[in-house]
């Protein structure tokens, strides 16, 4: 009897892991509506185009769920006709003065992880629970911000392209689309438009976010239509893959997930796949690391899965997902939140194919672009403690190999207490400041910060946008 319940307990937690970060933004599994009326899909760019701008943004208004007074916008923005490729975003005003709070734009990792998670997951206004009831997250990021959340790119959550030649195959592709996207969202709700602007996001979107903030730091002095960017912030962020990787081994051995022999094994693959990585055998790199990491090209499980017995590397503390990360699909799935929200029958991308165009991409570097954002803008950089995919050690190799106006003060800078209250017995992490640039390592938490970390991430990333330093009040 134990056995049977035993193996019925392991078949349901074991995961569909699959691509370098995307295991856990797949728990979220959304389908289309059998029965109800799901609506239609609203296409806004015909609206932006005519100026009906009025019109369009009344249509995109979506409707309060039960129980809630919220103000929130969501729709399709056409980005490439040529494809038909269109960008799903629910946008929600900032509750604080939100005619003057800074607009920050949300890109979830993956590749092909949908926006939807972090909204739900990490910092959106609503927590979905296991029986579909909306509830209030404590500190959600849109009290002082107006948060906008974009499936990216096209192919991912409810975004979509009808054409194999509309997804992305490099950031140059994901960058062209969302600045495209951004202009057109800027055209509707011109209110928004001189707000300070932030891009964020975490994870793969660790190349997303430099990506586009290149692609606006080129285009705002030689377009009428300027974007107001004033810096970007990135969570536990593979923005420079090589020295991830070569940081692994080490790393993993320290915290006890590898023993000496496995170390050896895993040092020998990560060397080669650096290797690969020198020699621009992109696709090679990716196998391999695919292999020892992931297991999403392989059928069978990956090197790092046999060996910890784990599949999820997001929190040291965790072997497994937690399950309550994977409600909100359900909640996407009923008809009248698809009515509610623009999407109607649309078919919801678990983000394979988008990773399948990118996975080339997957081990290249975004390092000269986030060089150039780092001289030119405010720049948050910030790890969980107890991530292991990025972990704090990584991003600092990441960083301690890069060479941009502050290096060689940041190299040399201290580090700060970081508390909140001046009360507070508990330190909320570590940070190190340099001109406009923070790196911030927050205390408790993994790779899904702000679900692991709510306030400590809300305080995070409030002090850096705002300025307000880092002492305790
Ligand atoms: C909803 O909120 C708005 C603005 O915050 C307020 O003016 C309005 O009275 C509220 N409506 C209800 C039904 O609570
Ligand atoms: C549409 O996508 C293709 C392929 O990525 C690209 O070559 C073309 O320039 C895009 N068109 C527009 C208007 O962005
Ligand atoms: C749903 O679950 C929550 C607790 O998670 C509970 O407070 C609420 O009453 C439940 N609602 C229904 C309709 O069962
Ligand atoms: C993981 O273990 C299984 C079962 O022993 C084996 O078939 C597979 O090749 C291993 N995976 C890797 C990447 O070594
Ligand atoms: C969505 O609805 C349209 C029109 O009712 C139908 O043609 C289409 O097949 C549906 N798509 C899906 C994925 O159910």
Sequence with gaps: MWKALFLLVLLVLSPGADGLFRSLYRKGHVSSPRKGDPGQRLFLTPYIETGKLEEGRQLSLVPPFPGWNLTSYS??????????????????????????????????????????????VEHGPYIVSKNMTLFARDFPW?????????????????????????????????????????????????????????????SYAGKYVPAIAHYIHILNPVTTMKINLKGIALGDAYFDPKSIIEGYPSFL????????????????????????IRQEKWLQAFELLDRLLDGGLISEPSYFQNVTGCSNYYNLLLCTEPEDQGYYGKFLSLPHVRQAIHVGNQTFSDGAKVEKYLREDTVKSVKPWLTEIMNNYKVLIYNGQLDVIVAASLTERSLMAMDWKGS??????????????????????????????????????????????????????????????WDPY
């Design 142 to 202: 849109t009290i002082t911000f107006s948060m906008l959340y974009v499936d990216n790119p096209v192919g991912t959550g409810f975004s979509f392209t009808d054409h194999v030649h509309g997804y992305a195959i490099d950031e140059d592709d994901v960058a062209r689309n969302l600045y495209s996207a951004l202009i057109q969202f800027f055209e509707l709700f011109s209110d928004y438009r001189d707000n300070d602007f932030y891009v964020t996001g975490e």
């Design 75 to 120: 729709g399709y923005i056409t980005v490439n006709k040529t494809y038909n490729s269109n960008i799903f975003f629910w946008f929600f005003p900032a509750k604080i003065e939100p005619q003057n709070a800074p607009v920050v734009l949300w890109l979830q990792g993956g590749p092909g992880g949908s926006s939807m998670f972090g909204l739900f």
């Design 408 to 469: 060689q003060k940041y190299k040399k800078a201290g580090k700060k207490v970081w508390k909140i209250l001046k009360s507070d017995p508990e330190v909320a992490g570590y940070v190190r400041q340099v001109g406009n640039f923070c790196q911030v390592i927050v205390r408790g938490g993994g790779h899904i910060l702000p679900y692991d970390q709510p306030l400590r991430s809300f305080d995070m990333i409030n002090r850096f946008i705002f300025g307000r330093g």
């Design 253 to 276: 051995f320290q915290i006890g997930l590898l023993d000496e022999q496995e170390k050896k094994y895993f040092q020998k693959q990560c060397n080669d796949c650096v290797k690969f």
